[in-house]
């Protein structure tokens, strides 16, 4: 019903910025959350941001400040803007989309792209 593909990770260097895109195809008029989570080898799964329908943003207290999510209506696209990256900021990034209906709330994840800050 919905597909995350995401997109524009790879390698940049300490104080970089870089920006992520989630191409989201399917019944995404139906998507009432989007949010972007990471995951750096070893460790447990975490959200970053998360964005819903209504323009409400939450954000991380690592990423706060330096994050921005949004999304572009036009291009059925969930943005990620990354500025002064950190090394600790690599990782798999995620997208992930929820959906809630009668009571029950689905989940739809992309296959994540990687981010590498070297410093």
Do not use: H
Request: charged share 15%.
């Amino acid at each position: 019903q919905v597909q995350l593909v995401e997109s524009g990770g790879g390698l940049v260097q300490a104080g970089g910025s870089l920006r992520l895109s989630c191409a989201a195809s399917g019944s995404i008029f139906s998507i009432n959350t989007w949010a972007w989570y990471r995951q750096a080898p070893g460790k447990q799964r975490e959200l970053v941001a998360a964005l819903t329908t209504g323009g409400n943003t939450n954000y991380a207290d690592a990423v706060k400040g330096r994050f921005i999510i949004s999304r572009d209506n036009a291009k059925n696209t969930v943005n990620l803007q990354m500025n002064s990256l950190k090394a600790e900021d690599t990782g798999v990034y995620y997208c992930k989309a929820v959906r809630k209906a009668s009571g029950i709330t689905y989940e739809y994840w992309g296959q994540g792209t990687q981010v590498t800050v070297s410093s």
